[in-house]
């Protein structure tokens, strides 16, 4: 089993998780016009892996043009408290 570092690690991977954790459900252009200077082979192979482990769920739905959908499973809203921790640290580091 791979450790959170290999889980989450990357600036990438943090910063999806934290959109579909606290923003919700989001299409993948959506998740790019969020997410300022990543390319889209980048967040493809990001999203791609955070799927592989089970923390990120993609959706498609049998559309013309195909929709495609991406959410925080279970496993990865029980990141909750350390993103909060994380986001206390930094604020409290700021003053």
Avoid: C
Avoid at 43 to 64: C, I, M, N, P
């Amino acid at each position: 089993m791979p450790d959170i570092a290999q889980l989450i690690g990357g600036k990438w991977k943090l910063i999806v998780l934290q959109i579909l954790i606290f923003k919700g459900t989001k299409r993948f252009n959506e998740l790019r016009r969020m997410i300022d200077g990543v390319t889209q082979t980048m967040l493809t192979s990001q999203l791609r892996a955070l799927e592989h482990d089970g923390l990120v769920l993609r959706k498609v739905y049998a559309e013309v043009p195909p929709r495609v959908e991406y959410s925080a499973t279970a496993r990865a809203v029980e990141l909750t408290p350390m993103f909060r921790a994380m986001h206390d640290w930094w604020v409290g580091g700021q003053t």
